[in-house]
Every structure is written in structure tokens, then in C-alpha cells.
């Protein structure tokens, strides 16, 4: 059931207002009227929480006990901000709303223009706990609903009252925390920001296994090598991520491949001679029964499309990871 208009939904703290200023130029994109986003943009799956351990803290004191920090608290608080930020991508695109791979400590970009809403759309079947904003007194926050049973997906609405404005949402849900960097400008604004959850299609893999051995037989999440890149030109159909699990490796690609013509994949063997090889399609994924150095997507005959993809060993460890 959607519930038109909008809420405002105060913070637990009273924060003070950012100060109005000039904003940095959002990219050049058209906006597209505000709609929300399909159920369609990231199924639900099981949800699974991965520990992370903190490394071991390097001392920062001298021989004499003395501190001596490379830059200062707040100089070190602004570089990690930058780095952390995760502005749009126009290969991450679902229609007009920006997919940005879900991380943990990642701040996401928000574009936003007077008069124009913007779509915040949650996980389908993800429970919204609280929502948190640095300035509520020049920017409008509801919520509502889209879908019903598992597929009822919540959606935070923002919409700035004047161009120049900063701010940031610090949105809680039963499954995780997102932050997101909102700006607003005098004319372009994106109609709404989605994420994906890399883990949750592995496990759902795993799942699928599970009920049918033909199609990924003993797919181990903890064992999973992310050490691929991906070169060459950029398609739609250019994947998002390769990995393996020591025997069969996993190409994903965007939602939209079933969409058009999807290229064959290719191994680059001895000598560098291309070579067909076995695999299957599982729903956006490729999934390859062997392990290879490089392989080529191709796709075209005049003006042919190559996306490569190399298994780089340079990067060291095995694990977890959605880059």
C-alpha cells in the first residue's frame, strides 16, 4: 500500500542545519520524472552478515612518547570521506536510477533539484528501523511502500526547497546502515539511487545448489576468489564482477542481459589463441566449468565489442568482496 505525500520523520538528535553553499556540478545526466523503482532492480535473498577484523592499530607514539600524526584529525577525516564517497556510474544504470554496489562504511552520491523528487529505494523485504538527516528544516523526507508480502520494498522520498544545499542521510534498516551524501542544484537530479547486494545472488547460487547439483555444485561463499578484472570496451552487457570458487568460475552481469544478444565467451589459451569453452547461463551470470588466466566476451563483426577478463594474482588473498 503507498502512502502518497510525504512524512517527515525527525531525527532522535536534534542536529543543527547545514549551511547553504555552493554545490560541486552534478554529472550531466537528463533527469527522468521521479518514478519507483522496480522489484525487479535486486531480488530478495537470504541476508548474510560477514564479520570483519579490524587491523591491529600501529602505534602512533615516537621513541620519546611524543605524538606525531602524518596530518591532522580533521585533514585525515576529509581524505577518508573523499575516498569513501560513491558518485554515479553511467555503466550502473537500471532505466534512470543509479545501482551502486552495496559496501559497508561507503558514502553514496545523491543529485537532487528543487520541485523534483528523488527515489531512495531499500532491498525488497528490507524493514526500514529509522531515518536521520543533518538538515531537516530545507529538505522534505517521507517514506512509503511499494509491493506487498516479500517483494514490499520501502522507499525514501527526498525533495530540497531551493538549488546550493548540502546534507546527508543516515538511513537504518533490519539488515544493514546506508549513508548517503544528498546535494541539491538548479536543474538536474537523479530520479532515484537502488543498490545491489553482491553477497546475497552467491548465497541464493548456493541455495540453488543445493536443489539442483547440475547447476553449481558445492558453491563455497567463504572460499571465493574476487582477484579478476575487467578491461576493454564498455557495453551494456559489460559485467559487473568475475570470481571463482577453485573449480567453476562466475561472470555476473547486468540485470538487462536477457535483454539483448549476449555474447560468447572465449578463453585466451596458449600463444593467445582464442578458444570456445563450456559454460552456462544462470540468470545474469555466466557460469564456467573451468578455471582460466584470461578469456575475451566478443561480440559484433564490423565494429566487434571485446570485454577481457584477467585473473590477477598479484592481489593477494581469498575472500569475500564485491569489487
Given at each position: 500500500?503507498?502512502?502518497?505525500?510525504?512524512?517527515?520523520?525527525?531525527?532522535?538528535i536534534s542536529?543543527?542545519?547545514?549551511?547553504?553553499?555552493?554545490?560541486?556540478?552534478?554529472p550531466?545526466?537528463?533527469?527522468?520524472?521521479a518514478?519507483?523503482?522496480?522489484?525487479?532492480?535486486?531480488?530478495?535473498?537470504?541476508?548474510?552478515?560477514?564479520?570483519?577484523?579490524?587491523?591491529a592499530?600501529?602505534?602512533?607514539?615516537?621513541s620519546?612518547?611524543?605524538?606525531?600524526?602524518?596530518?591532522?584529525?580533521?585533514?585525515?577525516?576529509?581524505?577518508?570521506?573523499?575516498?569513501?564517497v560513491?558518485e554515479?556510474?553511467?555503466?550502473?544504470?537500471?532505466?534512470a536510477?543509479?545501482?551502486?554496489?552495496?559496501?559497508?562504511?561507503?558514502?553514496?552520491?545523491?543529485?537532487?533539484?528543487?520541485?523534483?523528487?528523488?527515489?531512495?529505494?531499500?532491498?525488497?523485504?528490507e524493514?526500514?528501523?529509522?531515518?536521520?538527516a543533518?538538515?531537516?528544516a530545507?529538505?522534505?523526507?517521507?517514506d512509503?511502500?511499494?509491493?506487498?508480502?516479500?517483494?514490499?520494498?520501502?522507499?525514501?522520498?527526498?525533495?530540497?526547497?531551493?538549488a546550493?544545499?548540502?546534507?546527508n542521510?543516515?538511513?537504518?534498516?533490519?539488515?544493514?546502515?546506508?549513508h548517503?551524501?544528498?546535494?541539491?542544484?538548479?536543474g538536474?537530479?537523479?530520479?532515484?539511487?537502488a543498490?545491489?547486494y553482491?553477497?546475497?545472488?552467491?548465497?541464493?547460487?548456493r541455495?540453488?545448489?543445493a536443489?539442483?547439483p547440475?547447476?553449481?555444485?558445492?558453491?563455497?561463499?567463504?572460499a571465493?576468489?574476487?582477484?579478476?578484472?575487467?578491461?576493454?570496451?564498455?557495453?551494456?552487457?559489460?559485467?559487473?564482477?568475475?570470481?571463482?570458487?577453485?573449480?567453476?568460475v562466475?561472470i555476473?552481469?547486468?540485470?538487462?542481459?536477457?535483454?539483448?544478444e549476449?555474447?560468447?565467451?572465449?578463453?585466451?589459451?596458449?600463444?593467445?589463441?582464442?578458444e570456445?569453452?563450456?559454460y552456462?547461463?544462470?540468470?545474469?551470470?555466466?557460469?564456467?566449468?573451468?578455471?582460466?588466466?584470461?578469456?575475451?566476451?566478443?561480440?559484433?563483426?564490423?565494429?566487434?565489442?571485446?570485454?577481457?577478463?584477467?585473473?590477477?594474482?598479484?592481489?593477494?588473498?581469498?575472500?569475500?568482496s564485491?569489487?
Amino acid at each position: 500500500m503507498i502512502r502518497p505525500g510525504f512524512l517527515i520523520i525527525p531525527s532522535a538528535i536534534s542536529l543543527s542545519a547545514c549551511a547553504s553553499g555552493a554545490a560541486a556540478a552534478p554529472p550531466n545526466a537528463a533527469y527522468l520524472a521521479a518514478t519507483l523503482v522496480s522489484d525487479e532492480v535486486a531480488a530478495a535473498a537470504p541476508v548474510r552478515t560477514a564479520a570483519v577484523v579490524a587491523p591491529a592499530a600501529k602505534s602512533p607514539l615516537s621513541s620519546k612518547g611524543r605524538k606525531h600524526p602524518s596530518a591532522p584529525p580533521l585533514a585525515r577525516v576529509k581524505a577518508a570521506n573523499r575516498a569513501a564517497v560513491q558518485e554515479p556510474n553511467g555503466e550502473s544504470y537500471v532505466g534512470a536510477v543509479q545501482v551502486y554496489p552495496w559496501a559497508d562504511g561507503a558514502l553514496y552520491r545523491l543529485y537532487t533539484a528543487p520541485e523534483q523528487v528523488s527515489d531512495i529505494a531499500l532491498q525488497p523485504g528490507e524493514t526500514l528501523v529509522s531515518v536521520a538527516a543533518g538538515d531537516t528544516a530545507r529538505w522534505v523526507i517521507g517514506d512509503t511502500s511499494s509491493g506487498s508480502g516479500p517483494k514490499r520494498r520501502t522507499h525514501i522520498l527526498v525533495k530540497p526547497s531551493a538549488a546550493g544545499l548540502r546534507t546527508n542521510m543516515v538511513i537504518a534498516t533490519d539488515r544493514r546502515v546506508y549513508h548517503v551524501e544528498i546535494e541539491s542544484n538548479a536543474g538536474t537530479a537523479m530520479a532515484g539511487i537502488a543498490w545491489s547486494y553482491p553477497e546475497d545472488p552467491l548465497l541464493a547460487l548456493r541455495g540453488s545448489a543445493a536443489a539442483d547439483p547440475a547447476v553449481a555444485p558445492g558453491v563455497a561463499v567463504e572460499a571465493l576468489n574476487f582477484n579478476y578484472r575487467i578491461d576493454g570496451d564498455r557495453p551494456p552487457w559489460r559485467p559487473l564482477r568475475a570470481f571463482d570458487d577453485g573449480q567453476q568460475v562466475f561472470i555476473e552481469f547486468p540485470p538487462t542481459l536477457g535483454q539483448g544478444e549476449a555474447p560468447p565467451l572465449f578463453v585466451i589459451g596458449q600463444g593467445g589463441r582464442a578458444e570456445l569453452v563450456n559454460y552456462r547461463v544462470r540468470g545474469h551470470y555466466y557460469v564456467v566449468d573451468r578455471l582460466f588466466a584470461a578469456a575475451e566476451l566478443r561480440l559484433g563483426e564490423k565494429r566487434q565489442q571485446v570485454v577481457r577478463i584477467v585473473r590477477d594474482d598479484s592481489r593477494r588473498g581469498r575472500g569475500r568482496s564485491g569489487s
